[in-house]
């Protein structure tokens, strides 16, 4: 089999614009594993968020907080690959909150919003006050700007300051019409990172993988890959730079790719 691991994206790729998993995906992961293949979850989600979606145990892996850390599902257990400095999350928060929409901090198990309002309420999402409410390591932090132009200049600042950091400007493909908004991550910790990582622990490469995204923080990992494929309604950038382009997430394009390349 020409690719070992098949790992995919969860929001806009993997799950329907309405953020769920189809019966067809579904089927198609676990029909992948019986054919050999290792199955790899790997999203900007934390394992909260991915278990309020979707049943881990169809997964061999999971990557989560957009490559921060490495979740083994057989063993139940994982770890990090590294976490924002304290120091720095303060003074991201001190610069940008007032200036923002709101801040998310983003943990293991819980998503921290502060000024954000929550739309819905889930049990690992929580709304706060302060930083002095978080007491756990931050792996990734989401800031909102009141406009995209405030995004950019954001972006623009936090590199200028923190070179060290990973900085994207992020685009809901479900909702091309939204604002987007800056993800910060440590400069060591993506998507790519992270399963290359994986890969090598398990004695492949990245030439081994077949991949399934749609959005800036899948670019990475789209170029390295053995496989690059693009959802049908991926942003124009992750489109370029695919070797493919299957159907979209509200198409279950993932389980027609799988089977023409995997399973048939």
């Keep these: 089999m020409k690719y070992k691991i098949v790992a995919t994206d969860f929001d806009g790729t993997l799950l329907s614009s309405q953020k769920k998993l189809s019966d067809e995906n579904r089927k198609a992961i676990v029909e992948c594993r019986e054919n050999g293949c290792i ?28 490559g921060t850390y490495i979740f083994d599902v057989n063993a139940e257990n994982g770890e990090y690959l590294d976490y924002l400095r304290a120091d720095i999350v303060k003074d ?45 390591e931050v792996a990734r932090i989401n800031i909102f700007g009141k406009s995209n132009d405030d995004v950019y200049e ?13 900085t994207i400007v992020m685009l809901n493909t479900d909702d091309k019409s939204s604002k987007r908004w800056v993800a910060i991550n440590p400069s ?24 399934f995204g749609d959005s800036t923080n ?12 693009a959802m049908a309604n991926a942003i124009s950038e992750v489109k370029k730079m695919a070797n493919d382009i299957t159907l979209s997430n509200d198409e279950n394009g993932v389980a027609d790719y799988i089977h023409k390349i995997i399973i048939e």
Aim: neutral net charge; glycine residues 4%.
């Design 188 to 211: 060591n910790c993506n998507k790519a990172i992270a399963l290359k990582m994986l890969a090598e622990k398990l004695g492949l490469s990245l030439n081994d993988v077949l991949f």
């Design 218 to 229: 899948d670019i990475e990992v789209i170029t390295q890959v053995g496989c690059g494929v």
């Design 154 to 166: 954001f972006k623009k600042s936090i590199d200028e300051k923190y070179p060290e950091l990973q």
């Design 39 to 66: 199955m790899v979850g790997i999203t900007a989600r934390n394992l909260s968020s991915i278990k309020s979606v979707c049943s881990i145990e169809i997964f061999d892996y999971l990557i989560i907080n957009n």
């Design 92 to 136: 991201i928060t001190k610069t940008f909150l007032e200036k923002s929409d709101g801040i998310d901090y983003c943990a293991l198990n819980k998503y921290y919003s502060n000024k954000t309002k929550l739309k819905t309420i889930r049990p690992f999402h929580v709304q706060i006050n302060g930083m002095n409410e978080i007491n756990e």
